[in-house]
């Protein structure tokens, strides 16, 4: 598994834009292959989805229709970092977001095996 910091929630009015961080430190093992990062959100009473993925090696990415246009997730190799550019943010987008990590297929939840800790999203209308 591989540790998770996420940095970079917070308030904001609606419209405005917010860049979420995701610190990815390595195992006291030999180095992780992570093949996919995500950025999952969740409200309470519900279940948590997936927002975007991103291949950590080839940089290929996937943003669920709501926040396409909106939202762009991206990485910085060299620094382990995996970033969550949102724009026009709406009050629906008002969740708990999360980094994850996982070896296999973004498209199943449960192929992600690490998770940070969660950040706060409030976006005020």
């Known amino acids: 598994q591989v540790r998770l910091v996420e940095s970079g929630g917070g308030l904001v009015q609606a419209g405005n834009s917010l860049r979420l961080s995701c610190a990815a430190s390595e195992g006291t093992n030999s180095r992780p292959t992570l093949m996919w990062m995500g950025w999952f959100r969740q409200t309470p009473g519900k279940d948590r989805d997936l927002v975007a993925a991103l291949s950590w090696n080839s940089g290929a990415t996937y943003h669920v229709d709501s926040v396409k246009g909106r939202f762009t997730i991206s990485r910085d190799y060299a620094k382990n970092t995996l970033y969550l550019e949102m724009n026009n943010l709406r009050s629906e987008d008002t969740a708990v977001y999360y980094c994850?990590?996982?070896?296999?297929?973004?498209?199943?939840?449960?192929?992600?095996?690490?998770w940070g800790q969660g950040t706060q999203v409030t976006v005020s209308s």
């Open positions: 994850a990590a996982g070896a296999r297929d973004y498209r199943k939840i449960s192929n992600f095996d690490s």
